[in-house]
């Protein structure tokens, strides 16, 4: 689901952002209802949870972290839940998220090959593109128009490559340069969805940390057109 109640265990206390407050319950993806990918658990409850601010929790800010967490949950850790979420009335109703009404979610295996946007296709791919491109000038602009359609990966969606407005963070920060996409959302206006001016959201990790089911240290990161 987006922007719906999350499953805790009974008792777990609800995360809060850096001041205290309670903070947007983003997604939650219930693993065992999608198709298997490599690295993510076969089961359990993963979740995304952003601050309720202008900037969804993202600092601008060098060297300040993001508000934000990510949270896992197995099967076993959730045989008795909690029910009582009354104070995420006015969390569920702020103007300060991007996911406007409650969304229910299916999942469909895809394939996909790359991205333009990715750091990895801009390093090792997008020159070739661009020199076919001009060797063919009668069709430049529907070959254009072909790579930009067809390799664009801007969908919701689990794993894959990531797409940007502007440019790929992990191209200019070494710590996260090996980082994989986690989870990307992206503004749908008219599934009420809006991250800023038409922008995409996207949550990293290291693929080492995510076969251990370890999210703490998950990167955060969204722009806009």
């Not at 990510?70 to 996911?99: K, S, W």
């Not at 661009?130 to 254009?144: H, S």
């Not at 490559?161 to 920060?173: G, S, T």
Request: aromatic share 18%.
């Amino acid at each position: 689901t987006f922007g719906y109640y999350p499953c805790l265990p009974l008792g777990y206390e609800y995360p809060r952002d850096s001041e205290g407050n309670y903070m947007y319950p983003l997604a939650q993806l219930n693993l065992g209802e999608m198709p298997r990918l490599r690295g993510y658990p076969e089961s359990g409850y993963l979740q995304f949870y952003i601050a309720a601010t202008d900037t969804y929790g993202l600092s601008k800010e060098d060297g300040k972290p993001s508000d934000f967490a990510v949270l896992f949950f197995g099967e076993a850790e959730l045989e008795e839940i909690e029910t009582d979420f009354n104070f995420l009335g006015d969390i569920l109703q702020t103007e300060y998220a991007p996911v406007k009404c409650p969304h229910k979610l299916s999942f469909e295996l895809k394939k996909e090959y790359f991205s333009l946007t990715d750091h990895r296709t801009v390093t090792y791919i997008a020159a070739a593109i661009e020199k076919f491109v001009l060797k063919q000038p009668r069709y430049a602009g529907a070959l254009e128009d072909f790579f930009n359609d067809y390799f664009q990966s801007s969908d919701h969606k689990i794993g894959g490559y990531a797409c940007f407005n502007q440019r790929d963070p992990r191209a200019d920060d070494e710590k996260i340069r090996d980082y994989n996409l986690l989870f990307q959302m992206n503004s749908f206006i008219g599934e009420k969805i809006e991250w800023g001016n038409g922008g995409i959201a996207n949550f990293f990790i290291h693929p080492e940390k995510l076969v251990q089911r370890d999210f703490s240290e998950v990167f955060y990161y969204w722009d806009y057109q």
